[in-house]
């Protein structure tokens, strides 16, 4: 099954930037549609960035232009690069794989990983 560790999370602030990894184990992770997620506390789990089998990238508007995310084959690791960081973007991060032929929709993925905390103070 294939599994995930993400890293690269911490706190930064207003403006800055910081690169989520997302490390896959268990199987090729390209095989997939991938999707970066967040959850601050209280919250419910919402899409930031999903990819696709075929390299199609999808993000939420709130990121747009500000993220961007890829995946590196040979490292069989999904990246997720933050720039210009605001304190919205305070949550914990997970990785997961798709399971329903849904996008950018928490309900369509699973396999999360433990996740990576991200702060932004205000």
């Known amino acids: 099954q294939l599994q995930f560790v993400e890293s690269g999370g911490g706190l930064v602030q207003p403006g800055g930037s910081l690169r989520l990894a997302c490390a896959a184990s268990?199987?090729?992770?390209?095989?997939?549609?991938i999707g970066w997620f967040r959850q601050a506390p209280g919250k419910e789990r919402e899409a930031v960035s999903c990819?696709?089998?075929?390299?199609?990238?999808y993000y939420r508007n709130s990121v747009k232009g500000r993220f961007t995310i890829s995946i590196d084959n040979a490292k069989n690791t999904a990246y997720l690069q933050m720039n210009s960081l605001q304190p919205e973007d305070t949550a914990v991060y997970y990785c997961?794989?798709?399971?329903?032929?849904?996008?950018?929709?928490?309900?369509?993925?699973?396999?999360w990983g433990p996740g990576a905390q991200v702060t932004v103070p205000q």
């Open positions: 997961g794989r798709g399971y329903r032929s849904e996008n950018m929709r928490a309900s369509g993925f699973g396999s």
């Open positions: 268990g199987n090729t992770l390209n095989y997939y549609h």
């Open positions: 990819i696709s089998t075929s390299g199609t990238t």
